[in-house]
């Protein structure tokens, strides 16, 4: 494996392999829309890079990208890479209220988005400068950098300088920005390459959203620095990708499909009872949220492999994987990968445990972030003597495979997408009628977490379980509205007045 190498160093060098083979193929609604070469990918993120310097973006400035998923999408990345600008994704389903908070945070220089979403950004911040991207047109009839030189930029760029922001959910409830730098982005495709043996012979199945590190950095940067060709779906629809799953003919033939658990339980409820032949198909991946033994099992008799769980973070990029050629354990995250150094430590003595026993998780290596956008204090938290403290509990067996316990963190994570629980009571609590609220996560074995919640009325307040829904829907994304909402007189607390979030999980009943 190289070392010190940048994102764009990655890339030029499956270039120079696979420049005239297929790089991208793009689907719109199940059907071909655009098909692009190593060579035309690179092209047409050259004139990209080009058209945003000469709009004054340069080296270490800040760019949103608030874009549906799609083609262009991924050749704005690749150019802000080449350029040496910093890409910040956000989900493009987010409400009015989620994104002021993270323009504010960013002090991005420009905006990239689809329609929808350039409309909000004009609401939030008019002066800020927007470039509207017709998302939903084919791909070949976006005119507005063709007329830009195709020559590669020409900026110095290092491996320490920053590639990505990407915000996760904080405990506080304002989401950090997670800085990664071109070095830590291909050291961590080059990880990923390594241990899953991915080659420019593979053909990847990428039904996952572009603004996590999952469908960003594990499926999207490994194929494009591995030469394999992407076949890049615009939306999950799982009867469109059980139909690309089963091509066997042509140069569409899948070999690699990475998931989330949700995901999974929905294909294997369509083709279940099918007796269908996926024996083409050499990989299948699962992570951004546990999957279950059973489904484990499931996903096994089905498709006619065993998943490869694993696990990673935004911080810190892929830490864990079953291996491809070895035992798979279920419920295990797995190995640690290579160039990782992992310590299970008692989160209140900092002392290491003992095999088997369970501890905070802390990692060191290259692939984890210097620290936290614009937050130094968040960023000390994060790190002890050097080592990133995940707040995740876990534990790691005789055989070096590690499993993940519980959070010290107070993070739901709901079909793999992470959901702060003070983000959602902040918005439960400004409806006139609440006096507060408690957000949890509890099990659940189609998302992995339900988001619930416990509210105490104001006294004589009327409110009911579809008023706090209902507002919650104009100010949340879906996957963070709670699902179940209980009333009670007080919330659960201990002497020091702390609400007691086990105690508020077992207002549910299972």
């Keep these: 494996m190289m070392k010190d190498q940048t994102l764009t160093d990655c890339f030029l060098n499956a270039l120079a392999r696979s420049g005239d083979k297929p790089a991208i193929t793009f689907f719109r609604g199940?059907?071909?829309?655009?098909?692009?070469?190593?060579r035309e990918l690179d092209q047409d993120s050259n004139q990209m890079a080009n058209t945003l310097q000469g709009k004054g973006i340069g080296k270490g400035d800040r760019v949103i990208l608030f874009l549906p998923k799609s083609l262009v999408g991924v050749v704005v990345h690749l150019a802000l890479y080449k350029m040496g600008a910093v890409g910040i994704p956000l989900n493009p389903g987010f409400k009015r209220s989620e994104v002021a908070y993270l323009i504010?945070?960013?002090?991005?220089?420009?905006?990239?988005?689809?329609?929808?979403?350039?409309?909000?950004v004009h609401e939030i911040a008019p002066d800020l400068p927007v470039i509207t991207v017709m998302t939903d047109i084919p791909y070949q009839d976006l005119v507005f950098f063709r007329d830009s030189p195709a020559e590669q930029p020409?900026?110095?760029?290092?491996?320490?300088?920053?590639?990505?922001?990407?915000?996760?959910?904080?405990?506080?409830g304002n989401p950090k920005g997670a800085i990664l730098t071109q070095g830590n982005l291909a050291h961590d495709a080059n990880n990923v390459i390594r241990i899953w043996e991915i080659s420019e012979r593979d053909v990847l199945c990428h039904a996952l959203p572009l603004f996590h590190v999952h469908g960003l950095c594990f499926a999207l940067h490994t194929s494009l620095m591995a030469g394999s060709h992407i076949l890049l779906l615009d939306r999950f629809s799982p009867p469109e990708i059980t139909d690309l799953l089963l091509n066997k003919k042509g140069k569409h033939v899948c070999t690699i499909f990475m998931a989330v658990p949700p995901m999974y339980v929905k294909l294997t409820d369509i083709v279940e009872a099918k007796g269908l032949d996926f024996g083409h198909i050499r990989l299948w991946t699962s992570g951004s949220a546990p999957l279950l033994p059973k489904d484990f099992k499931r996903i096994a008799k089905i498709f006619g492999k065993e998943p490869v769980e694993r696990e990673g973070m935004t911080e810190t990029g892929m830490n864990f994987s079953n291996p491809v050629r070895g035992v798979r354990k279920p419920g295990s995250i797995g190995l640690a990968l290579p160039d990782l150094d992992v310590r299970i430590v008692d989160p209140h003595t900092f002392q290491d445990v003992t095999s088997g026993q369970e501890g905070e998780i802390w990692l060191k290596g290259p692939a984890v972030t210097p620290g936290y956008w614009n937050k130094p204090d968040e960023t000390d938290r994060a790190f002890e003597g050097g080592w990133f403290r995940t707040g995740d509990l876990g534990k790691v067996d005789e055989d070096g495979y590690y499993y993940l316990t519980d959070r010290c963190k107070n993070i739901i994570i709901s079909?793999?997408?992470?959901?702060?629980p003070k983000e959602v009571e902040g918005v439960i609590n400004t409806l006139e009628g609440v006096k507060e609220s408690s957000v949890v996560g509890v099990l659940d074995e189609k998302w992995g977490e339900r988001v619930v919640t416990a509210v105490v009325r104001k006294a004589g307040s009327a409110i009911t379980p579809d008023h706090i829904r209902t507002h919650c829907r104009k100010k949340l994304h879906d996957w963070k509205c709670p699902k179940d909402i209980v009333f009670v007189d007080e919330l659960p607390r201990n002497t020091m007045g702390k609400?007691?979030?086990?105690?508020?999980?077992?207002?549910f009943p299972k």
């Design 30 to 38: 199940g059907k071909v829309e655009t098909e692009l070469t190593y």
């Design 104 to 120: 504010q945070d960013a002090g991005a220089a420009l905006v990239m988005a689809g329609p929808e979403q350039a409309g909000i």
């Design 154 to 172: 020409v900026d110095a760029l290092q491996p320490g300088d920053p590639g990505l922001i990407i915000y996760t959910s904080g405990t506080t």
């Design 415 to 420: 079909g793999g997408e992470n959901i702060s």
């Design 499 to 507: 609400v007691l979030s086990h105690k508020v999980k077992q207002l």
